[in-house]
Every structure is written in structure tokens, then in C-alpha cells.
């Protein structure tokens, strides 16, 4: 098993930045591809980013390519996903999640992954 909690969230408004962490715990981080995904009030569960498992690779939905950026630090087990120029439409609960990877792909799919975090609240104002 592995645990995910995620923090880092808040009110910001718009144009600021924010950075969200997910701490892993309960199996080697390096083994895990993970991912960040969002859910906004009544919507479906959207992909954010994607990196691997050592941190080669990443991939980002449209929207967000040029202001977040996804990281990680396997010595931390912790996960980050820096946005910057946040804008009221990013909105929503942030969640991390992980999936046991021998490859070093990424994943964008919510079905690929295992484990997930209990998310995180961004609220971007005006």
C-alpha cells in the first residue's frame, strides 16, 4: 500500500501562484510513476500532469503547459506540483496519485493509477 496526502493548497487570486506537495509514504517513491489530477465542483476528474518515476519524463495537459510544473523528490518521497499565473478556471480539489511502474513512462489516465491522495483545495479569485 501506499499513502498519499497532499497540502499545500489555499485562496489565491488570480495571476498568483501556489505550490501543492503530496508526501508518499509505505513503499519505495522511486517505484511509482504518479500523477496530478483535479476535480472541479460537479465536473469529472481532469488530468493535470504526469512524471515518472525518476523524473526523466513529464507531461502536461494543454491548458496548463507554460504556467505548473510537476516535480519530485524521491529522496523526500514527495511530489510537487508548482502553478504559477493561476487563473479562476483552476479551481478545484487537487489530488496526487500513484501507480507502480517498472518503466519510466508517464501516465495520463485516471484508470492507470492505483492510489490516491485525499486532495487538496486551490480556489483562485478574481
Known amino acids: 500500500q501506499v499513502q498519499l496526502e497532499e497540502s499545500g493548497g489555499g485562496l489565491v487570486q488570480a495571476g498568483g501562484s501556489l505550490r501543492v506537495s503530496c508526501a508518499a509514504s509505505?513503499?519505495?517513491?522511486?517505484?511509482?510513476?504518479m500523477g496530478w489530477f483535479l476535480r472541479a465542483p460537479g465536473q469529472e476528474c481532469e488530468f493535470v500532469a504526469a512524471?515518472?518515476?525518476?523524473?526523466?519524463?513529464?507531461h502536461y495537459e494543454d491548458s496548463v503547459k507554460g504556467r505548473f510544473t510537476i516535480s519530485r523528490d524521491n529522496a523526500k518521497n514527495t511530489l510537487y506540483l508548482q502553478m504559477n499565473s493561476l487563473k479562476p478556471e483552476d479551481t478545484a480539489v487537487y489530488y496526487c496519485?500513484?501507480?507502480?511502474?517498472?518503466?519510466?513512462?508517464?501516465?495520463?489516465?485516471?484508470?492507470?493509477?492505483?492510489?490516491w491522495g485525499q486532495g487538496t483545495q486551490v480556489t483562485v479569485s478574481l
Open positions: 509505505g513503499r519505495t517513491f522511486s517505484n511509482y510513476a
Open positions: 496519485a500513484a501507480r507502480y511502474s517498472i518503466s519510466f513512462s508517464t501516465f495520463s489516465t485516471d484508470r492507470a493509477y492505483e492510489y
Open positions: 512524471i515518472s518515476r525518476n523524473g526523466a519524463l513529464t
